[in-house]
């Protein structure tokens, strides 16, 4: 069974920093593509930020571009977004997922909900301002 188990979210005044973690279970980490999505209430889930398998190739919404940084640790089944100088607008629930990937496509970035295989429950992060 597959799992995905986010972590690190909480309340923090803009500016701030978090680090949400999201540990697998149940599969072979390093054949998945990882992205992480956020939900705000009233709001359709976006995308946030992915990596590929190899963990070379990083893509970011223009919102977050220069403030988050994804990585992975395929050791750990971990992924990471280290999130700085956050923001209000930063408020949501967020989601990381998994999306199956042949080695063909080893450094594909999938940016689409509807790409990825596997969901998490989602970590709130709320940002006061």
């Known amino acids: 069974q597959v799992q995905l188990v986010e972590s690190g979210g909480g309340l923090v005044q803009a500016g701030g920093s978090l680090r949400l973690s999201c540990a697998a279970s149940g599969l072979i980490f390093n054949y998945y593509a990882m992205g992480w999505f956020r939900q705000a209430p009233g709001n359709e889930r976006e995308f946030v930020t992915t990596i590929s398998r190899s963990g070379s190739s990083t893509v970011y919404a223009d919102s977050v571009k220069g403030r988050f940084t994804i990585s992975r640790d395929n050791a750990k089944n971990t992924v990471y977004v280290q999130m700085n100088n956050l923001k209000p607008e930063d408020t949501a629930v967020y989601f990381c997922?998994?999306?199956?990937?042949?080695?063909?496509?080893?450094?594909?970035?999938?940016?689409?909900?509807?790409?990825?295989?596997?969901w998490g429950q989602g970590t709130q992060v709320t940002v006061s301002s």
């Open positions: 997922a998994a999306d199956f990937r042949r080695s063909t496509d080893y450094y594909y970035t999938p940016t689409v909900p509807s790409e990825y295989d596997y």
